[in-house]
């Protein structure tokens, strides 16, 4: 759905801002290519937690060191929509 609504967004002029996961590679390449020929820009933030933003730029820096880094997003077991953009499901009672 998010990806219609994007193609959508951008045919119509509207420059998209993206704030969830879910989209594939392949569906981002065709979003950039479709923008691309739009001449328009957009921006695709999966996680607007400054937590996340902080964690991911620590991880660039200390990238260098390692031959292979990960991040990895975890919640406590009753959050909603762990991962984050999952469909909502009931709580374990």
């Known amino acids: 759905m998010v990806y219609d609504h994007t193609r959508a967004a951008i045919a119509y ?3 998209p801002v993206i704030g969830t996961t879910g989209l594939s590679p392949q569906q981002l390449g065709d979003l950039a290519s479709f923008a691309d020929k739009a001449s328009m820009g957009g921006a695709v ?3 607007f937690s400054v937590g996340m933003v902080l964690l991911q730029q620590a991880a660039a820096a200390a990238a260098r060191f390692y031959d292979f880094a ?8 009753r959050k909603a929509d762990a991962p984050s953009a ?3 499901s009931k709580p374990p009672s």
């Open 13 to 15: 002029g509207v420059h």
């Open 45 to 47: 933030i999966p996680n």
């Open 70 to 77: 990960e991040l990895t997003e975890l919640h406590h077991n």
């Open 86 to 88: 999952a469909p909502a």
